[in-house]
């Protein structure tokens, strides 16, 4: 378990994937309609790593479409983005899964809710 002390409370983390935007789909590429982005499965990866794609109408930030991003599982997700430079608010782009993205340190984080 990664614990990150930006965190105020120390939320606890793990760490998921990192995802880099790209500029041409990739097979095997997953749509996420909401978002407007075609996604690699990072779980299939060796070294975890998301490529993401994204329709020319995605909703998505601009720093999210545009530079890499390190994702991490947390707990509660709306705890974890309190206080934050919130990127794209909390939404469920999926049954089961829970994301945001915020932009702290210099770059764009993506936090994960499970279940």
């Not at 995802?19 to 779980?43: N, R, S, Y």
């Not at 206080?83 to 899964?97: A, D, I, T």
Request: charged residues 25%; hydrophobic residues 45%.
């Amino acid at each position: 378990m990664f614990r990150k002390p930006f965190f105020k409370g120390e939320i606890n983390m793990t760490y998921h994937h990192t995802g880099i935007p790209i500029f041409e789909k990739k097979e095997g590429m997953a749509f996420i309609e909401p978002l407007k982005v075609w996604v690699t499965d990072a779980g299939a990866s060796p070294y975890k790593t998301e490529w993401l794609y994204f329709e020319p109408d995605s909703p998505m930030a601009a720093a999210v479409q545009e530079e890499t991003h390190v994702a991490y599982v947390v707990e509660d997700i709306a705890e974890a983005v309190k206080g934050k430079s919130v990127l794209w608010p909390v939404c469920e782009p999926m049954p089961g899964l829970k994301i945001a993205f915020i932009y702290d340190e210099g770059m764009p984080i993506e936090l994960m809710q499970v279940g």
